[in-house]
T-cell receptor, first 114, second 106 residues
Framework: SQTIHQWPATLVQPVGSPLSLECTVE??????LYWYRQAAGRGLQLLFY??????ISSEVPQNLSASRPQDRQFILSSKKLLLSDSGFYLC?????????????FGPGTRLTVL | KNEVEQSPQNLTAQEGEFITINCSYS?????LHWLQQHPGGGIVSLFM???GKKKHGRLIATINIQEKHSSLHITASHPRDSAVYIC????????FGAGTRLTVKP
């Protein structure tokens, strides 16, 4: 079965600093990968998804970007963080093609921008 | 109006009670997911269903496609069931409800 790793678990960053969150998947190949954000007191919001290496789709305009340099590695980045970027970031994967099949979530990264 | 509405927002129950959480949606879907988010933030997928009913242990999920409604039931609730339960629908992309915060008191 697949396992999703995320790091760091928590992060406190000043406004204007860069960001790099990493997600890696074990136990499967060619997964669909997703980045979600959950702002305080709000529901999950899909930020990016990827169906393969180098293939990234963005769901919402923002100052974040994502990259998939390897099949089982998904990175979320920002050049300059905003206060509104604070939240809980979840990486997820699903199996079996381009569809949104059952998703499996990583442990998440809690980001606080001060 | 959100495309996925959950009710109630918050729910407090006594241990042993039967619990129902509701989810209504306004878009055409190919599947509906029930997720459980633990206090630390981790999320576990409980069910994915596109019709009928699924059961896993004390958890039961039902969906009525015609009425665009799903329910998550917990029988014989326990304090360890305390979590946020999230309904999500697959309609092209995934759309999430705001979640229902369940607290089960001993």
């Amino acid at each position: 079965s697949q396992t999703i790793h995320q790091w760091p678990a928590t992060l406190v960053q000043p406004v204007g600093s860069p960001l790099s969150l990493e997600c890696t998947v074990e136990g499967t190949s060619n997964p669909n990968l997703y980045w979600y954000r959950q702002a305080a007191g709000r529901g999950l919001q899909l930020l990016f998804y990827s169906v393969g290496i180098g293939q990234i789709s963005s769901e919402v305009p923002q100052n974040l970007s994502a990259s998939r340099p390897q099949d089982r590695q998904f990175i979320l980045s920002s050049k300059k963080l905003l206060l509104s970027d604070s939240g809980f970031y979840l990486c997820a994967c699903s199996l079996g093609g381009r569809d949104y099949n059952e998703q499996f979530f990583g442990p998440g990264t809690r980001l606080t921008v001060l | 109006k959100n495309e996925v509405e959950q009710s109630p927002q918050n729910l407090t129950a006594q241990e042993g009670e039967f619990i129902t959480i509701n989810c209504s949606y306004s878009v055409g879907i190919s599947a509906l997911h029930w997720l459980q988010q633990h206090p630390g933030g981790g999320i576990v997928s409980l069910f994915m269903l596109s019709s009928g009913k699924k059961k896993h242990g004390r958890l039961i999920a039902t969906i009525n496609i015609q009425e665009k409604h799903s329910s998550l039931h917990i029988t014989a609730s326990h304090p360890r069931d305390s979590a946020v339960y999230i309904c999500a629908v697959r309609s092209g992309d995934m759309r999430f409800g705001a979640g229902t915060r369940l607290t089960v008191k001993p």
